[in-house]
């Protein structure tokens, strides 16, 4: 099974629910947007997306990535997309050594995929202006021999590389030796990374140098992150160190720049790091002491993200505000394939309000789930209901959807014999 293209309604109602937002470029120019046939791996491809339309980076690498291993089990010649996806959100991180290696993966396991192109226009914008001292040639080969000294002795490499962190050479080489200095086990290594994240007055090398100390892991370096945050101003920085934060795990830093962070941004990062670590506690937790409506809803989404069905389900089910009850029953289709079309089907009797009804079938629409529309639409006893539940089952198209509306238009002809 090839990616296929969806019916145009389809398309477009499932990028209107989706899309609280512009989706900031997450779809190459002139390639509509396109997902699989097969209902889990449609299911993993919306979710990258919403992740996308979130800036939710690390989140949307996890989903590209599930679905890249899914597609090269069952389809394997259709894990292209998954991999420029991956690629995609690697870049908008500006994780841009691994971005120019997945796009390298696509084009050596698929060398006539239809996402050459745009995989390759995708590194273009990512790639620093070299400086005036130094040509094209020369920096690369300035950046293979930064990437020899990972397998050099410390003390020959160390020096080295704090050489290169103070030269000329373009930022692509000087990132790329932050990165050597990350893998390198000494202290001298990792004071060198810590001494760029402070003091650089270059923007980018200070962002790079913060997420190499996430990709450590080492107490100390976590430890230096946890200060720089404590004495930043600058919310782009701290949304960096949050990243970093993600990349060595620390639930417990996220968690706490989550409750008390006063920049709404950054806030927000925290929260969706959470999702993408998959803290359905601590989000359960962060959500039953918010008040503040845009933070609910962001938690939320994280919960969808997180697949938190049960956690999803109660918000539905309690006393908040309509608003916020949809938005826990939407997201529910987020975790479609961890229980929630199920909670869905569930909830859907239960509910009476107009708006809490229709959020149920949007949560099915994102899941992708057909066959549970089906059902709600053969349980169905009102007019109004069997029309909204036809206008979903037309968007999602099939075989018993055909079926459903023959079956209408006959009944219909047959009244008026």
């Not at 919306?46 to 599930?66: I, P, T, V, Y």
């Not at 826990?328 to 987020?334: C, K, P």
Request: charged fraction near 25%.
């Amino acid at each position: 099974m090839r990616f296929a293209t969806r019916t145009t309604l389809h398309v477009l109602i499932a990028a209107a629910l989706l899309a609280a937002g512009n989706m900031a470029g997450a779809v190459p120019a002139g390639n509509e947007a396109m997902a699989p046939a097969d209902q889990q791996l449609n299911q993993l491809y919306w979710q990258g997306q919403e992740a996308l339309k979130n800036s939710d980076w690390n989140g949307a690498l996890k989903r590209f990535a599930d679905l890249e291993k899914q597609l090269r089990t069952k389809e394997p010649r259709s894990a292209d997309a998954a991999i420029y996806w991956q690629a995609y959100a690697l870049a908008q991180a500006k994780r841009t050594a691994e971005a120019k290696a997945a796009v390298d993966r696509l084009h050596r396991d698929f060398p006539d995929s239809r996402w050459g192109k745009d995989a390759d226009a995708l590194l273009r914008q990512t790639q620093p202006v070299a400086t005036q001292s130094a040509g094209v040639g020369d920096e690369d080969i300035a950046e293979a021999a930064v990437e020899g000294l990972l397998n050099a002795p410390p003390e020959r490499a160390v020096p080295l590389l704090k050489k290169v962190l103070q030269s000329q050479h373009s930022d692509k080489v000087k990132k790329r030796a932050l990165f050597v200095l990350s893998q390198i086990d000494e202290d001298a290594a990792l004071d060198s990374v810590v001494d760029v994240a402070k003091n650089s007055k270059d923007h980018e090398l200070r962002e790079e140098a913060i997420r190499m100390l996430g990709v450590s892991g080492e107490d100390r370096a976590i430890e230096r992150l946890r200060e720089l945050y404590a004495g930043s101003t600058d919310a782009e920085e701290k949304r960096t160190i949050v990243q970093a934060w993600l990349a060595a795990d620390r639930k417990d830093l996220i968690l706490a720049a989550a409750r008390n962070e006063a920049d709404a941004n950054v806030r927000r990062q925290a929260i969706e790091a959470l999702g993408a670590m998959e803290a359905s506690t601590e989000l359960k937790q962060l959500f039953d002491t918010t008040k503040d409506a845009p933070n609910q809803r962001a938690i939320i989404q994280a919960l969808g993200v997180a697949g938190n069905v049960q956690a999803l389900a109660a918000i539905g089910e309690s006393q908040q505000p309509d608003e916020i009850r949809a938005e826990a029953i939407q997201a529910l289709g987020i975790a479609g394939d961890k229980g929630g079309s199920s909670a869905l089907v569930g909830l859907y009797p239960k509910l009476t309000a107009p708006r809490l009804r229709q959020a149920v079938l949007e949560g099915l629409l994102v899941a992708g789930d057909g066959d549970a529309l089906v059902k709600l639409y053969k349980q169905a006893h009102t007019k109004e209901e069997k029309q909204a539940l036809l206008r979903m089952l037309t968007a999602m198209g099939g075989d018993a959807t055909l079926d459903i509306i023959e079956s209408e238009l006959n009944k219909n002809g047959a009244s008026h014999d």
